[in-house]
Structures are given as structure tokens and as C-alpha cells.
């Protein structure tokens, strides 16, 4: 989880497909899903790395794909502890694919949800997910926003070392957005 959190995709590739073996053993143990859900948020963070015609691009969707069907069948029964990870990844899997106003919609909904049900982890998350999306589609209006929320939930939720990364990664463009909606 935390490589994935710091922009480590290839190194929290490794490191999920290693858990998910391991978590294969004992498939009632809570911790599959938070494995299953970082597995497909990594999965989706490497295909938009990769291009249409790679080779790789197959079987990480399948990895997606499985991740939020299965995310999906839980969040059906219990909505308050799923529901804003299904909306996370299907953000995730609409950036991809650049449908822009499906993207934002389920980042919206990942956000409210979580933080409805008072998953700060993934109210941050969610953010700093809508935030890199306004920024890779230079959305001045919203941009500014995601990245302050990001940032208030991630020291609400404890994690200044995450409050640092965010602000140092965007930091200086999200003056420049903010400059450029003026």
C-alpha cells in the first residue's frame, strides 16, 4: 500500500501479487479485500502507464476488472464499507479510458462516500486520485480544490508524510493553475 501511495507502481505490483498469494491461504480474512482494492488501483495506475498497444495492457485490465467486480458484489450487501472503493476504482478505470465526466463522477462518489462512512485514508486518497486526474486534464477550476482537500484529509487523517508528497509533487503547478483562472 505504501509504494502505491508514493507513485511506486512497479514496486507495489511486486509487493500486492506477493500479499495476494499469501492471502489466498486464509480467504476470510478481511485484508484480501484491502489487497483485492490496491491490487486493482495499482493494476489501472500501470495501464495508463502503458500503451494501447502493449501487451501489458491486457492482462492488467483483467486484474482491474476482477477488483471491481468483486468489489462490487460486497459493496451490495454492505455499501458503508465498499461502495466508495467501487467508486474509486471505476474513477480509476474511467481515466483510462478518458471518459472525463465518468471519471469525475465516480471520484466525486468515492470522496462523499468515504467520507460519509469516515474512511479518512481513502477520503485522501480519493482526492489526491481526482487531483492527479484535473491535473493530467488541466482542469483550472477543480484542480485547486482537490489538491487542498487532499491535503486537509491526509493531516486530518495523521499522514504529514503523505501532506508533504502532495504538496511537493503539485505544489508549484497548482499556483500556476490557480493563476491561470484568474
Request: aromatic residues 14%; contains cysteine; neutral net charge.
Amino acid at each position: 500500500i505504501h509504494a502505491y501511495l508514493f507513485g511506486k507502481y512497479s514496486q507495489a505490483k511486486a509487493m500486492a501479487e506477493s500479499g495476494w498469494s499469501i492471502c489466498k491461504s486464509f480467504p476470510t480474512w478481511y485484508g484480501n479485500i484491502i489487497v483485492l482494492f490496491y491490487h486493482g488501483l495499482i493494476a489501472l495506475a500501470l495501464a495508463r502507464e502503458t500503451t494501447s498497444n502493449d501487451t501489458a495492457l491486457s492482462p492488467l485490465l483483467q486484474v482491474a476488472n476482477e477488483a471491481i467486480q468483486k468489489i462490487y458484489t460486497l459493496s451490495e450487501t454492505a455499501p458503508q464499507n465498499y461502495l466508495h472503493k467501487y467508486h474509486l476504482l471505476q474513477a480509476e478505470l474511467a481515466f483510462l479510458k478518458k471518459q472525463d465526466q465518468t471519471a469525475i463522477n465516480h471520484y466525486d462518489h468515492a470522496i462523499s462516500l468515504a467520507e460519509q462512512y469516515r474512511y479518512l485514508n481513502e477520503e485522501a486518497l480519493a482526492c489526491e486520485r481526482a487531483l492527479d486526474f484535473c491535473m493530467e486534464r488541466y482542469d483550472v477550476v477543480f484542480t485547486p480544490r482537490y489538491f487542498k482537500r487532499a491535503c486537509q484529509v491526509y493531516q486530518e487523517w495523521g499522514a504529514l508524510s503523505k501532506v508533504t508528497h502532495v504538496v511537493e509533487r503539485y505544489g508549484e503547478r497548482i499556483v500556476a493553475f490557480e493563476n491561470m483562472s484568474r
